[in-house]
């Protein structure tokens, strides 16, 4: 981001409340890149013994698999979103369970996580548009090849029960 959203002014950084943001140079505007963190969801669906993994198709981590899950949209509420990208990825319509933990990766990463559990309710386990792949994986069957450090950790502690699911 260069310039201001609203009066296109160039955009500078400022010290404001104590750190470094992008702010309005406009004489008259007070517009400020506050650079909130966007939500996303993952969701944990124990199946078959194992749990639902996603093949990436697009960027990053092309090839690598993870959690289903994705942006929230405009005036979706979480739950309707995590079950809207488990289907968009899987073809499971899925019931959300509950709310299992929120994490911010950290390291410039800009997302806030929300990972929830579901239950499959209906609906074949088909790739979607923006997957390669679908798979339940047992713990002996996992692929190698996990992205998204929280993804892996969720995964890890699943299958060690280390959360009350
Ligand atoms: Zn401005």
């Not at 981590?61 to 968009?88: H, K, Q, T, Y």
Request: net charge negative; glycine share 8%.
């Amino acid at each position: 981001m260069n310039s201001c959203p609203f009066c296109a002014s160039t955009l500078q950084v400022a010290d404001i409340g104590g750190k470094d943001r992008l702010a309005c140079t406009g004489s008259t505007c007070e517009f400020v890149h506050w650079d909130n963190p966007k939500p996303v969801t993952a969701t944990l669906i124990p199946m078959d013994g194992g749990i639902v993994l996603v093949k990436r198709k697009f960027p990053p981590f092309i090839g690598d698999w993870c959690l289903p899950g994705g942006f929230m949209e405009n005036s979706e509420e979480p739950e309707e979103s995590a079950a809207r990208e488990v289907f968009e990825e899987t073809g499971l319509e899925v019931q959300i369970d509950k709310l299992l933990s929120a994490h911010s990766p950290g390291r410039g990463i800009n997302v806030l996580i929300l990972f929830y559990l579901a239950k499959p309710a209906n609906g074949l386990m088909v790739p979607g548009d923006d997957a390669e792949d679908v798979g339940a994986f047992k713990y002996s069957e996992l692929p190698r090849n996990i992205c998204f450090d929280l993804h892996r950790k969720m995964v890890a502690q699943f299958f060690k029960q280390e959360v009350l699911f």
